[in-house]
């Protein structure tokens, strides 16, 4: 095997470094007419033919998944690695559900056991996600999951993730020259865990290549594929058009150097990029194939001088705000249609509430402290809420590990539901209170604090105390006033 071309992202799991994306598939049937499968899995043998066995596919990528079904019926179980992705509902989960989704996977790729199944999460705020993940640990420990994977997830929560003992072979994110969030602490925690990165957005919806160069900005409308739409907003934030030129003109003149195009520059860069296990280019099976262009990913290598022009023009580009997958969370939304709706309806209330007495309010997280001790996560009485002394727990289980700053996050996710579920949000938050049990611990705990109330700045006190329970690092306590609308 050409080293170059392949990589193990995980024990037992070796991917071509350009794997092949099929969520063009779901733009190729927004007309409701399906892609044939038989043509589809013939145009994906293609693609194996030349050497690029690794397919990305979702459960919401169209038909994808069933024409990966015939692939594998056709030509062989063996003949390439399948990856998907389950991006289920914000709303609470069940075990059940968890393996419906797994068993529907499997029946639609004909397969007895998913190569890579990547978990999406809408709310972090929401506790359904964490369930989530340890049910398709189990699993993945049953056999019906060969290696689990996350997609957008930042870098807060993959930490939370890695120090709960929950095994995860990679996270695929948006990477480009245009977007370089994960160049930062995510490309950090990953190559400290041995986590690979798979970079979508390489070639920005095919806007990074000769095609637009010199060309006038088009409009962002319905007359551009879901790609493009998506894409283009990611050059507004990063600038604008007449940024994005100069990044263009510098790309074109490193792939004439090259003998190669500009699309192949782009995906090259970030292929060859710290913890990155492979780039992802997306493919119109049955309508256009890059099977060449991408064999040249392959065929020269960026000097000094190139790398140097390139983070030039990079360094004139506004940055893209946020971490990894916050397009998906916050504003801006950098999605197709510029907001979440053509992927959630609604997001329900992270933990069920409850009408007391004197016209108060309460929220319960379900964890078992709640009931031994008798209280409730948070109260509100008229504009005012008070989230209880909150630590990293979730049900059972003691959440983050020994890491202070996982821990910290995961407690801010559930003051923050607690708020939410009582109809505040985080900015609404005027004070928190922390409490650490070693005194040393006190700057990563503080750091995920500013973190996330960056911009909001309550009022704070953090003291040492002797906290119930050793697993337990930290604590926190909140309160908010809601203004009346």
């Known amino acids: 095997m050409n080293h170059l071309k392949y990589t193990e992202l995980a024990p037992g799991l070796t991917i071509t470094r350009a794997l092949t994306g099929l969520w063009q598939i779901a733009d190729m049937e927004r007309d409701g007419n399906k892609v044939d499968p038989i043509a589809g899995a013939k145009a994906m043998k293609a693609y194996v033919d030349a050497g690029f066995t690794t397919f990305d596919m979702a459960d919401h990528y169209g038909s994808s998944e069933e024409i990966a079904g015939v692939f594998r019926e056709t030509y062989g179980k063996g003949a390439a690695q399948l990856f998907t992705k389950w991006v289920p509902s914000p709303d609470r989960l069940t075990k059940d559900q968890v393996r419906q989704a797994v068993e529907l996977a499997l029946t639609r790729m004909k397969s007895d056991a998913i190569d890579l199944m990547q978990f999406h999460a809408w709310q972090y705020s929401h506790p359904s996600w964490v369930d989530s993940l340890f049910w398709l640990q189990e699993l993945k420990e049953e056999g019906l999951i060969k290696h689990l994977g996350l997609t957008n997830f930042d870098t807060a929560h993959l930490r939370i993730v890695l120090h709960s003992g929950i095994e995860i072979a990679s996270n695929q994110v948006c990477f480009s020259l245009l977007d370089q969030r994960a160049a930062g602490q995510m490309t950090e925690l990953c190559l400290k865990h041995g986590v690979k990165l798979l970079a ?37 934030a990063a600038g604008g058009w007449n940024q994005f030129q100069n990044l263009l003109r510098t790309l074109d003149q490193i792939a004439k150097k090259h003998q190669v195009g500009i699309a192949t520059v782009a995906s090259h860069f970030i292929m060859n990029q710290p913890a990155v296990g492979g780039v992802i280019i997306g493919a119109r099976l049955g309508q256009s194939a890059h099977i060449e262009e991408n064999q040249k990913l392959f065929s020269f290598q960026l000097d000094q001088e190139d790398l140097a022009l390139l983070q030039s023009s990079m360094n ?12 998906y969370r916050k504003p801006p939304f950098l999605t197709a249609s510029g907001d979440l709706s053509h992927h959630v309806a609604s997001f329900p209330a992270p933990y069920p509430t409850q009408e007391g007495s004197d016209g108060r309010t309460k929220a319960l997280s379900g964890t078992i402290w709640e009931d031994i001790a008798g209280f409730s996560r948070a109260v509100r009485k008229g504009n005012r809420i008070l989230v209880s002394g909150t630590t990293a727990t979730q049900g059972s289980r003691a959440m983050g590990g020994n890491d202070p700053a996982a821990q ?70 909140a309160e908010a006033v809601v203004d009346p609308k």
């Open 316 to 327: 004139t580009l506004t940055t893209i705000p946020g971490d990894c997958g916050d397009e």
């Open 200 to 236: 979508f957005g390489t070639v920005g919806g095919g806007f990074l290549s000769e095609k637009w160069l010199g060309k006038p900005e088009p409009l962002l409308n319905e007359s551009l594929t879901w790609s493009q739409m998506k894409y283009k907003r990611f050059i507004d």
């Open 408 to 477: 910290t996050h995961f407690i801010l996710d559930k003051i923050e539901g607690a708020v939410q579920s009582l109809g505040g949000t985080l900015e609404d938050i005027v004070r928190t209170r922390i409490f650490i049990r070693n005194a040393d611990q006190w700057e990563p705990i503080s750091r995920a604090h500013g973190q996330r109330f960056a911009g909001i700045q309550p009022a704070n006190t953090m003291v040492r105390a002797d906290l119930i329970g050793e697993e337990y690092l930290v604590e926190i306590e």
